[in-house]
């Protein structure tokens, strides 16, 4: 037997690579991306030989996640539960797309992958697999042994495989371009505030600058184009925006979602550029867009985040919904301008050659050109179905009666 293992060097799937080797008395094959994760992947490929693999690729995915898979999540602004920006959401479909290229490479009969039996991720990875290819059997270690953290490290120092993970310092990232997640440990507990340690991408608020900083970010057609006025491809806007944001301690996210499997977990966050990004596109948008389509296209962003977070990328309603943001795209061109200070980040300009803006209509000084006696009209028939209803039931003006239970 032959399993293609989405490998990344961390707790789990340094446990899973010996122990599918050693119950399957298979032949495993670890694929480990580059998706812009911070940490360095030259020791990737040869731990994983050590570890027990008869091959191992990395390939850097960098340039394809962030054109075909960050980008049309933020020209969609998919924000899960209107914090959550879906930096490991995001990956995971491109993630399944790569193992089972290089499963019908290698001709392997199973993928196998580190997620638990409580989180999103299975969901993510088994779907997008089974859309790509269902010949493939799908393995989760983790959820079929229901192994426990410590156990894992346990077994890990028994046979001499270095992990990141001590009973001590228990807790599971994973990072990208897009952002970075952490949990476990003493983050179970939502009422209790993260330790610093934690962080990686963000200043404290102690530790950030006294003075703000400004930043001007270019769409054209809804992608990013130049930052501070420098324009530069897009993976290196956003490593330069997380850089700057982050330094000012933008993009600290501290939530209790609402997973996929039906439980309510505190997530923390790291996403200085996409905090950022999201926040400049959707202000750009609506200063260019019509009311009708601007309130259709926030219901679609809804629909688009819960897509993305619950693993059904690879589906025909992605597709649709691709179709329809890339149109709302086409005016969604200028210049929106954020300062950014101690964990805050405010808009405090935008501008656009397609701004459906007019100061002309919007002033109250010299030069207004609204005509102010339309206005009367306006309300007579605006407000004609309500006129009609109250004199055939008249609307009672008492204050409502306080329920007995809050009195």
Same mark, same amino acid.
């Given at each position: ?27 495993? =094959? ?26 191992? %690729? ?54 196998? %992958? ?153 997530? =923390? ?8 990004? %999201? ?13 009708d389509l601007e309130r259709v296209a926030r219901d679609l ?45 405010? =808009? ?23 005509? %102010? ?32 239970? =809050?009195?």
């Amino acid at each position: 037997m032959r399993i293609v293992l989405a490998y990344s060097g961390g707790l789990d799937t340094s446990v899973a690579l010996p122990g599918l080797a050693e119950r399957y008395q298979a032949e495993i =094959i670890a694929v480990t991306l580059d998706l812009g994760q911070e940490k360095a992947l030259a020791g990737v490929r040869q731990r994983a030989l050590d570890t027990g693999a008869i091959r191992a %690729h990395v390939l850097d995915v960098r340039e394809e996640f962030a054109q075909g898979y960050i980008l049309p999540a933020l020209k969609a602004d998919a924000i899960y539960e209107d914090r959550y920006p879906l930096a490991t959401a995001l990956g995971r479909p491109l993630i399944a797309r790569r193992l089972v290229e290089i499963a019908e490479m290698e001709q392997a009969t199973a993928i196998a %992958h580190g997620c638990t039996g409580k989180g999103n991720d299975q969901v993510r990875l088994d779907v997008s697999v089974r859309a790509l290819n269902p010949s493939l059997e799908v393995i989760a270690p983790a959820r079929l042994w229901q192994m426990t953290r410590p156990d894992e490290i346990a077994y890990a120092r028994a046979r001499g495989i270095t992990v990141p993970a001590t009973v001590d310092s228990p807790y599971s990232t994973d990072s990208n371009l897009w952002g970075r997640s952490i949990e476990c440990g003493v983050l179970e507990d939502p009422w209790k505030e993260p330790p610093e340690e934690i962080y990686a991408l963000t200043a404290s608020p102690q530790a950030c600058p006294d003075d703000p900083a400004q930043v001007e970010i270019d769409f054209a057609c809804g992608v990013p184009v130049r930052l501070n006025g420098v324009e530069m491809p897009l993976i290196e806007l956003i490593e330069s925006l997380t850089l700057i944001a982050g330094t000012h301690g933008v993009g600290r996210i501290d939530m209790v979602e609402n997973r996929l499997v039906g439980i309510k977990s505190r997530e =923390i966050y790291e996403a200085p550029a996409a905090h950022v990004l %999201h926040l400049a596109h959707r202000e750009l948008q609506k200063l260019v867009t019509p009311r009708d389509l601007e309130r259709v296209a926030r219901d679609l962003s809804v629909r688009y985040a819960d897509l993305v977070y619950n693993g059904l990328w690879f589906t025909p309603l992605r597709e649709a919904l691709d179709a329809f943001f890339e149109r709302v795209q086409a005016r969604v061109t200028g210049t929106v301008r954020l300062t950014l200070f101690k964990g805050a980040c405010r =808009i405090v300009g935008r501008r656009s050659p397609m701004a459906l803006y007019e100061h002309a209509l919007a002033t109250y000084d010299a030069g207004d050109i609204f005509d %102010h006696r339309a206005a009367e009209g306006f309300i007579s028939l605006w407000g004609l179905p309500v006129a009609l209803a109250a004199r055939r039931v008249p609307i009672e003006r008492h204050a409502p009666a306080v329920p007995a239970a =809050i009195r």
